[in-house]
T-cell receptor, first 114, second 109 residues
C-alpha cells in the first residue's frame, strides 16, 4: 500500500538553528499538509498546500515557517530560528483530491530543540 | 466551545467488551468527519470516515448526528490490539483536519 514517507525520523537541533523536514507524499495525491503534535497534546494543523501554493495556514504557521515543493516528489517544511517550544512531532499528510477525502499521515519527524 | 471535544478516558475494558466513544463538534469543524487511531508516539491512522447514515466496518460502527453535533464510535468484541488512543476528527472549510485530544482505550486480557 502506498504511504507517505518522512525524513529524518528524529532531528536534534540547537535553538536558533534552521531545520528542514522532508516528506514524500503518496504519488497521485494532490493536497499536502503539515501538522504538529507537542508531547501529550492534540494534533494541530499547520498548513495545507495545493497546486504549488499555500491554500490555508493556521495561526501557528507564522513567518518562522515556510513550505516548499522543490520537485515533483518532495514536500518540505522549513523552520527558521528554532525555539524550544518548536519541539514536537511533525506529521506530513496527503490526500488524493478534494476537501472531503481522508488524509494519510507519514510516521512523523520528532524534532528536539536543545 | 472547543472545536472537537472528546472524553479523554482512559477506558479500561476486558477483552470481548463493547465500548463506545463520543465526541461533539462545533460549526467550524463540520465539513466531514473521521475516526483515527493513534498508538503511542506513532502517527494517526485512519480508522474510518463517518457518514450521516452511519457506517460499519467489521467490529467498528460510526454514527453522526448533525442535529446534535455529535459523533460516536462503537467497538464490539474488543481485542488487545484495539488498545490505542482514538481521535475524533472534524474538517474545516479549507480542508484542514481538526483533531480532538483523543480517548485512550486499554483492553485488558
Amino acid at each position: 500500500e502506498p504511504e507517505v514517507t518522512q525524513t529524518p525520523s528524529h532531528q536534534v537541533t540547537q535553538m536558533g538553528q534552521e531545520v528542514i523536514l522532508r516528506c514524500v507524499p503518496i504519488s497521485n495525491h494532490l493536497y499536502f499538509y503539515w501538522y504538529r503534535q507537542i508531547l501529550g497534546q492534540k494534533v494541530e494543523f499547520l498548513v495545507s498546500f495545493y497546486n504549488n501554493e499555500i491554500s490555508e495556514k493556521s495561526e501557528i504557521f507564522d513567518d518562522q515557517f515556510s513550505v516548499e515543493r522543490p520537485d515533483g516528489s518532495n514536500f518540505t517544511l522549513k523552520i527558521r530560528s528554532t525555539k524550544l517550544e518548536d519541539s514536537a512531532m511533525y506529521f506530513c499528510a496527503s490526500s488524493e483530491t478534494g476537501v472531503h477525502q481522508p488524509q494519510h499521515f507519514g510516521d512523523g519527524t520528532r524534532l528536539s530543540i536543545l | 466551545r472547543k472545536e472537537v471535544e472528546q472524553d479523554p478516558g482512559p477506558f479500561n475494558v476486558p477483552e470481548g467488551a463493547t465500548v463506545a466513544f463520543n465526541c461533539t463538534y462545533s460549526n467550524s469543524a463540520s465539513q466531514s468527519f473521521f475516526w483515527y487511531r493513534q498508538d503511542c508516539r506513532k502517527e494517526p491512522k485512519l480508522l474510518m470516515s463517518v457518514y450521516s447514515s452511519g457506517n460499519e466496518d467489521g467490529r467498528f460502527t460510526a454514527q453522526l448526528n448533525r442535529a446534535s453535533q455529535y459523533i460516536s464510535l462503537l467497538i464490539r468484541d474488543s481485542k488487545l490490539s484495539d488498545s490505542a488512543t482514538y481521535l475524533c476528527v472534524g474538517r474545516g472549510s479549507q480542508g484542514n483536519l481538526i483533531f480532538g485530544k483523543g480517548t485512550k482505550l486499554s483492553v485488558k486480557p
